[in-house]
């Protein structure tokens, strides 16, 4: 099996505990419309055209590598070619400056392993090892990539879910993971149909799953954003799920503007999420850990 990833990130240090190396995977089951990585919200390969970068857009330089049979890059975004985009590749590849591109391509395991091992030394000192990503990672069954990847490296091995994604998928892999970093999103369930796309029973089911398997072994984090998350109704129903499940330790971060040059390479509309002040997030962190015994962390992005 391979995957199909958008990029293999070293030396992270907010996905998981130590220096890590986070594989973002392509493909996601929801749709949050604050989302920063558009690049990985779906399963095929897609090209992208980020005209800031581009000599003729920028320069009025009309350097021809692009334009073998097209008038304007911003033609290939319309292609609707999701799996065959060899021929393309090539054109791209010229590109002096990286502006045009494709967001997707396949890795196997033993290419992983291989990137991996440049930073196993550090890995081992600072107690890192390798995040799986996304998009949404356990859309796809990684049971015998994570089974294979501890049998041959030992490394520590972390997966960031929002949890919508098949039972099975996390039932078969739940055993190879040492860390869950669980997005906790939009709590009622007709506004995680509404605004996520999303079905909020599959993610009962895998969170009750995880909690009385693996406890012990959950990061919970909440993306405080305005007018979604961060509204009446959805802070108390999150006060009624730290509760329930017994969460002792919450990390909450305010969304931020990072992804629009990302957006608009694809050729999609982007929506301004204004960054949530600390002053907002101080209050919501009080508040929480008056009404829970649970302690809460702002977090950096």
């Not at 050729?267 to 009080?286: N, S, W």
Request: overall charge positive; charged content about 30%; hydrophobic content about 35%.
């Amino acid at each position: 099996m391979k995957l199909l990833v958008t990029n293999i990130q070293r030396f992270s240090i907010k996905d998981g505990p130590g220096i890590r190396t986070t594989v973002f995977i392509k493909g996601c089951s929801i749709k949050c419309p604050w989302c920063c990585n558009p690049e990985n919200q779906l399963s095929y390969p897609e090209i992208f055209f980020n005209k800031k970068r581009c000599l003729r857009e920028t320069e009025n330089i009309d350097c021809k590598y692009c334009l073998s049979d097209i008038s304007n890059p911003e033609e290939y975004l319309k292609i609707n070619d999701k799996y065959d985009l060899d021929k393309y590749k090539i054109i791209f590849e010229r590109c002096p400056t990286k502006s045009i591109g494709i967001y997707g391509q396949e890795i196997s395991l033993d290419d992983l392993i291989a990137i991996l091992n440049k930073d196993g030394h550090y890995f081992k000192k600072t107690g890192g090892g390798v995040t799986f990503s996304g998009g949404e990672p356990l859309l796809n069954d990684l049971s015998q990539w994570l089974e294979k990847l501890k049998k041959v490296t030992n490394y520590h091995i972390c997966i960031e879910s929002s949890l919508y994604n098949p039972f099975e998928n996390l039932i078969k892999s739940i055993d190879f993971i040492d860390l869950f970093i669980i997005d906790i999103k939009i709590l009622s369930r007709e506004k995680a149909k509404q605004i996520l796309k999303g079905d909020l029973d599959v993610f009962y089911k895998n969170i009750e799953l995880l909690i009385n398997r693996r406890k012990k072994d959950i990061l919970f984090r909440f993306p405080v954003v305005d007018g979604y998350t961060n509204a009446e109704e959805n802070v108390l129903l999150l006060i009624c799920f730290i509760k329930k499940f017994d969460v002792r330790y919450l990390e909450i971060f305010s969304v931020h503007n990072l992804a629009k040059e990302k957006y608009l390479s694809l050729g999609r509309e982007y929506k301004d999420f204004g960054m949530v002040k600390k002053e907002k997030l101080e209050k919501l962190k009080v508040e929480i850990e008056e009404k829970t015994v649970c302690k809460v962390n702002i977090l950096e992005i």
